[in-house]
């Protein structure tokens, strides 16, 4: 039976990996492998039918609470850009150096990706590119330089990226210690490949208004006042598991409650037709629910392959033949830049025990680090490569030439950094 299942989920892995030569969504394949992983075994071993039921609801419920978070947190910030939140931020910026900017450009990615998450501040800080940078050649430098930010940004923050979110809600981190010891390594991560990329930055901006006046359909008082709720209901989730330890997914519904109270006030006494524009109705259709639907059907295989203790005996088996934790780990950061890094995070969840590994421990920290970071390799690595890769149209291999080195210096010397820390 292990064998079938295992098939399944290989054969599942591939078509997700293979999500556009196939032209097959990557959320199709991931429910598909997610359900047939559970039917065959409770087919297969039909004795064993109570306890493989109670072993779905146990997972379900570990896959709910990621699932609840993300939908929330995804609202949260359609909402903030729906009332032109972010061009508080993205206003500040007056240099016409070209290498300058390309430095501010990451350093305001790589924050914002910690409150936000690694594909929308990709996409905000492409659109600002646009309107800044007329030669194409220049943007799709700065774009593959602001994935690096991105996912570097997202790492050492229990909210930037979702892998990392995962770690944090399994239990696996916790928020305090996961920014004190993967944030200087993830700056790391950026600055290496940043050094070198604005080396290649060369002259200043033609002399045009950097910052075009664009009629804006909100207030500035109801833009500050969303954008203040809304990364406030952000930064308040670690916060409110501090203060209650309850789960991290009522933390970030209590924002989401509060912010949506906010703008039906703020926009009482506007039409009914303006109001819709503003609401969480409309925020709710504007959100990724494939990814929500992705991540539903990678949690459920994942959970079955650690019920029939599949992935307990492949992580035995790598401790026998390789034997070095840190090479291991190294090795799924890499392997993350070209299959998807959120079920090789659940993977790994599943194999080690946190009996064995626990909270905050080298294995946890490292992973979140390496998984983070690692998809920066190549532009299909991460979500937020990929939405540069169809905002600037950046080809393959033009990343590859251009930014790849960058990026494995990057991730490879931001792992050193770690593993000396923790040495």
């Known amino acids: ?6 098939a399944i989920f290989v054969l599942g892995y591939a078509a997700i990996t293979l999500e556009h030569p196939l032209r097959i969504n990557k959320s199709a394949s991931a429910l598909l492998t997610g359900v047939l992983v559970w039917t065959v075994w409770i087919l297969m071993s039909p004795a064993e039918a109570p306890a493989i039921e109670l072993a779905l609801d ?7 609470a990621i699932l609840f978070f993300l939908l929330a947190a995804m609202t949260i910030v359609e909402l903030v850009d729906a009332h032109d939140g972010f061009s508080i931020i993205t206003s500040s910026i007056r240099t016409r150096n070209k290498s300058t900017m390309l430095w501010i450009i990451c350093g305001i990615a790589f924050f914002l990706s910690a409150v936000l998450d690694n594909l929308t501040t990709t996409i905000v800080m492409i659109s600002l590119v646009r309107k800044l940078l007329h030669d194409q050649e220049d943007r799709m430098l700065f774009a593959g330089m602001i994935v690096i930010a991105a996912n570097a940004g997202g790492a050492w923050s229990p909210i930037g990226d979702v892998t990392t979110t995962m770690l944090w809600i399994g239990g696996q981190i916790s928020a305090a210690n996961i ?3 993967v944030f200087l390594p993830s700056l790391i991560c950026l600055l290496v490949p940043l050094w070198f990329a604005s080396r290649r930055m060369k002259g200043n901006l033609p002399s045009i208004s950097l910052q075009e006046e664009q009629v804006s359909p909100t207030t500035r008082r109801e833009r500050n006042t969303v954008f203040v709720f809304g990364i406030g209901a952000l930064l308040f989730v670690p916060v ?3 203060i209650t330890h309850l789960p991290p997914f009522m933390g970030i519904l209590f924002g989401l409650g509060t912010l949506w109270a906010v703008i039906e006030y703020i926009h009482r006494s506007k039409q009914a037709e303006q109001k819709e524009f503003y609401s969480v109705s409309r925020a709710l259709q504007r959100i990724d629910t494939q990814s929500v639907l992705f991540f539903l059907g990678i949690l459920i295989a994942i959970g079955a392959l650690e019920s029939t203790h599949i992935l307990s005996h492949l992580a035995q088996w790598m401790d026998h033949e390789i034997g070095n934790l840190t090479a291991i780990v190294t090795g799924i950061g890499i392997l993350s830049a070209i299959v998807d890094n959120v079920p090789l995070v659940a993977a790994s969840m599943g194999m080690y025990d946190l009996g064995v590994h626990p909270t905050d421990s080298f294995l946890w920290e490292y992973m979140a680090y390496c998984a983070g970071t690692g998809g920066s390799i190549l532009i299909i690595g991460s979500a937020a490569g990929v939405a540069a890769m169809g905002m600037e149209r950046i080809s393959f291999f033009w ?5 790849s080195l960058y990026a494995l210096l990057g991730y490879f010397a931001g792992a050193a950094v770690y593993v000396i820390e923790r040495s």
């Open 1 to 6: 039976m292990e064998g079938i299942l295992i």
């Open 179 to 181: 920014i004190k010891t």
């Open 58 to 64: 146990h997972h379900l419920s570990g896959a709910a």
């Open 240 to 242: 409110f598991k501090t």
């Open 399 to 403: 990343y590859m030439k251009r930014i």
